[in-house]
């Protein structure tokens, strides 16, 4: 293999593929990423087993060939050369870096060794666009679960249905929903791993056209010069629309920023308590928010648009300062039932994303 290569293109095309490698895996070679030189192009590719990114760049290939190298090391390297073409060789399992005045010498490894990603046959296609996918996965991978005995809820459901696409995740505390429009007919139920939509999330930066493909054990994101193809969750997913209530006895209306820099500074007290929780106390349009820790206590009144009776209400700060960071709306709505059960939190202007938070029991 003998290669030149901008720098900067290189460095980028590595940093994307590198996402899919784990610290955790049994197999040494899965340490390395597969460098892949042929037809003008080198093809990067990162593999965990589980998910696998393969990004493609243009190159300038004088010998086609293939290695693999050690991916933290040849990374740190190729940062700390200068911003110039760089001349890849291998040959006797040696890998020749050049830039200008440099030169470094590594062991790379036969391109046979490594475990290739699953090949994905392009049918059945669905396309969205880059920036609104971006959107729903922040709005709604933050409420996946961590607890790997449940590994079914570590993902998200992935729900293609008459042309519109739903998201559901959801970790025994808190809900995330989202629905929008998909440009397809055909339908799909997958789920799909959190830490796959989280490099995704990462790979996203533009208002271009992302296209998903599925088979029964996989799905393939192909996006610009990337292709993220991951294994699905096995398992079946909680039926949620039994769980997300509908009616409600009362309803508030505040202001999006006010009520999170309250929360904030609210949470401030629980941040070293052992059990995070803050009350609310609504009535009369006002919104009394307190903290009480064994750090200390804080009261703050918000004005608010309140419907219902009154209602004391305990909740964890992080929970509902997590949804806030998401809800691009000047105002949201909360709408309540009692006092333990589940409060539904959305945008004033948008019924196409809900919350759903449980409330903690409050100690008088």
Known sequence: MNIKINKQILLDA???????????????????????????????????????????????????????????????????????????????????IFCNDIEFNLVGKAAEEYIEIPFIEKNNIYKINSKLMKTIIKQTNFSIST????????????????????LVSLDGYRLSYKKVKIDSLLDNLSIIPGK?????????????????????????????????????????????????????KSKMIVKTSDFKYSIDRAYLLSLKSRKASIKFEISNNNLLIISNSENGKMEENIKVNYDGSELKIGFNPSYILDVLKVIDSENIIIEFNNNMSPAIIKAFDDDSYKYMILPVRLVE
């Open 14 to 96: 590595l940093n994307t593929s590198s996402k899919a490698i784990s610290n955790k895996s049994s197999l040494p070679i899965l340490s390395g990423l597969l460098l892949d030189a042929k037809d003008n192009n080198l093809i990067i590719t990162g593999n965990d087993l589980n998910l696998g990114i393969e990004t493609t760049i243009e190159a300038n290939i004088i010998e086609e060939g293939s290695v693999v190298v050690d991916a933290s090391f040849f990374i740190s390297i190729i940062n700390k050369l200068p911003n110039d073409i760089i001349n890849i060789l291998y040959n006797d399992n040696i890998v020749n």
């Open 147 to 166: 607890d790997e005995a449940r590994p079914v809820l570590t993902g998200v459901l992935f729900k293609i249905n008459n042309g519109e696409l739903t």
């Open 196 to 248: 796959t939509l989280n490099e995704l999330n990462k790979i996203l930066n533009d208002d271009s056209e992302l296209e998903i493909f599925f088979t029964d054990k996989h799905v393939l994101f192909n996006y610009n010069n990337v292709k993220i193809i991951s294994r699905l969750l096995e398992g079946e997913f909680i039926n949620y629309d039994q769980i997300i209530p509908t009616n409600f």
